[in-house]
């Protein structure tokens, strides 16, 4: 099955600093590849999502970049935010097979005012 | 919040007991799942329902059960065979084929063994 991992664990930026997290898989048939926002005790929040026939997405701060040759994809915020500080999971999955999410094992995100 | 609901929020269970946890959803979404979230943990899955009267296990289901009798309902049992219940369970819907591929999730529910 599809493993993920995600990388750093925690990561501190002050504010107005760019964050950047990595996320590797190992299936080579998955082809969707979302990123969820999690605030304490709270649910998971969409916040930006790619498909594979696509290296790169852009949404105002936020931007996502996927290499299917290395199967890796990576999270990138700019100017954060105080608001950014959260925990975020990256996940991977194949659209025609039940869109089964492996999610990655979060990264705590905090932004320093 | 409005779209898909958990209850209870909050449950506590005796060692030995079988609960069952609520999920429903009105965006007539076809698929529905369940995951469970440890402390620092990302989610794994326990469940997931393709459609009606269908569902397939996921990676942790052992312990598990559920049902999918209506569209908009998906519970989830925790039975006293799962070793280490403790946890937060969210539960999550996807629209159907052609749709969204977003999941969107329920609140969650946080069980603990007592």
């Known amino acids: 099955g599809e493993n993920v991992e995600q990388h750093p664990s925690t990561l501190s930026v002050q504010e107005g600093d760019s964050a950047v997290i990595k996320c590797t898989y190992s299936d080579s048939a998955s082809n969707y590849f979302p990123w969820y926002k999690q605030e304490l005790g709270k649910r998971p929040q969409l916040i930006i999502d790619?498909?594979?026939?696509?290296g790169e997405k852009k949404d105002q701060r936020i931007a996502v970049t996927l290499n299917k040759t290395a199967k890796h994809f990576s999270l990138h915020i700019t100017e954060t935010q105080p608001e950014d500080s959260a925990v975020y999971f990256c996940a991977a999955s194949t659209l025609d097979a039940g869109n089964m999410l492996t999610f990655g094992g979060g990264t705590r995100l905090m932004v320093k005012p | 919040d409005g779209g898909i609901t958990q209850s209870p929020k909050y449950l506590f269970r005796k060692e030995g007991q079988n609960v069952t946890l609520s999920c429903e959803q009105n965006l007539n979404h076809d698929a529905m799942y369940w995951y469970r979230q440890d402390p620092g943990q990302g989610l794994r899955l326990i469940y997931y329902s393709q459609i009606v009267n269908d569902f397939q296990k996921g990676d942790i289901a052992e312990g598990y059960s559920v049902s999918r009798e209506k569209k908009e309902s998906f519970p989830l049992t925790v039975t006293s065979a799962q070793k280490n219940p403790t946890a937060f369970y969210l539960c999550?819907?996807?629209?159907?084929?052609?749709?969204?591929?977003?999941?969107?999730f329920g609140p969650g529910t946080r069980l603990t063994v007592l």
């Open positions: 999550a819907s996807r629209g159907g084929a052609g749709g969204d591929n977003e999941q969107f």
């Open positions: 790619i498909r594979s026939n696509v």
